[in-house]
């Protein structure tokens, strides 16, 4: 059963971005101008979310670029600059805190591709963990509630790789650990196998079901895999998250189209007739296809 339905970062309906910049950039123009972009996004996110709640949309997706250069090592030495003690900064941050409350929002954040938290090289994973406790006091001042990440590499091995994720995890920060969820991807990691990670460490998984679409490893009834996603998230006393997303060609077909079928919507809900879940659609056309659910399940 669907709860909240909501859409990633870009709202299309709003002509405005999210900006980013050079760094070359904060280097000419000092830390003025770098602020001037983050309260510029953190502003923009605020008014998405004032937005959404007018369109009865509870879920969201905030952009992962709201502070550009934010772990960039010289920007740390340089200008001894920390986002997260610049009363300005978390004085828009508590306001979205307070929307956030009020409103009963689900607010989440997905960090991209370069957090590997498997990878044999140390200053990858460093790297990657430093990026994680960005966005964790990201949502720990915006009142958020995921973190989504995926497993990352196989590297040739990935009984191997499955378990230098596993200790990794296990070795993280439990201010990190509370907001993180398991995503099975497209083309390495199986739904089958995040179950199987999660069963070892206590990971939430977070179902994609175009993911799994894509990369089913041979189970195409996941009906039965219902439970253990649901048994997951039992620890974090919040309801799954799942992702929803429609090929532009076909089922298979990765890219994802502007709006979701409602062959495919029919689908998950049957699929999670019995389990109470929060839906967040990855469409191109973001709110619109959001809106249009809505419509079709009377949300």
């Known amino acids: 059963m669907i709860?909240?339905?909501g859409y990633a970062c870009i709202n299309t309906s709003i002509k405005d971005n999210f900006k980013d910049c050079r760094l070359a950039s904060i280097y000419k123009h000092?830390?003025?101008?770098?602020?001037?972009?983050?309260?510029?996004?953190?502003?923009?996110?605020?008014?998405?979310?004032?937005?959404?709640?007018?369109?009865?949309?509870?879920m969201y997706r905030a952009s992962?670029?709201?502070?550009p250069f934010s772990t960039h090592s010289d920007i740390l030495r340089d200008f001894k600059f920390?986002?997260?003690e610049d009363t300005d900064i978390i004085k828009v941050l508590t306001e979205i805190k307070k929307i956030v409350l009020e409103n009963?929002?689900?607010?989440?954040?997905?960090?991209?591709h370069f957090t590997v938290l498997n990878s044999f090289k140390d200053d990858v994973v460093e790297k990657s963990i430093l990026n994680l406790e960005y966005h964790e006091?990201?949502?720990?001042n915006m009142c958020g509630t995921d973190l989504i990440i995926h497993t990352g590499g196989v590297y040739g091995d990935k009984t191997k790789a499955m378990k230098r994720f596993i200790a990794t995890y296990n070795n993280l920060d439990v201010n990190i650990k509370k907001y993180l969820r398991l995503e099975n991807d497209d083309v390495s990691y199986t739904l089958s196998d995040?179950?199987?990670i999660s069963k070892t460490c206590g990971v939430p998984v977070l179902l994609d079901i175009h993911h799994h679409n894509c990369n089913n490893g041979g189970i195409y009834n996941i009906k039965p895999l219902m439970n253990s996603i649901n048994d997951s998230w039992k620890q974090t006393g919040i309801i799954p998250k799942c992702h929803i997303s429609t090929g532009i060609n076909d089922y298979k077909d990765k890219r994802h189209a502007d709006y979701i079928s409602p062959a495919d919507l029919f689908s998950f809900c049957e699929l999670t007739e019995d389990i109470k879940v929060d839906l967040m659609v990855?469409?191109?056309?973001?709110?619109?296809?959001?809106?249009?659910?809505?419509?079709?399940?009377?949300?």
Do not use: C
């Open 104 to 112: 009963d929002i689900r607010l989440s954040m997905h960090p991209d």
């Open 3 to 5: 709860n909240r339905i």
């Open 137 to 140: 006091k990201l949502l720990e």
């Open 282 to 299: 990855e469409a191109k056309l973001k709110e619109l296809a959001v809106l249009e659910l809505k419509g079709l399940i009377s949300i």
């Open 82 to 84: 920390r986002w997260y």
């Open 64 to 67: 992962s670029k709201l502070i």
């Open 194 to 196: 995040v179950i199987a």
């Open 30 to 58: 000092g830390i003025p101008f770098l602020k001037e972009i983050i309260l510029h996004n953190l502003n923009l996110t605020k008014e998405i979310l004032l937005w959404n709640i007018d369109k009865n949309i509870q």
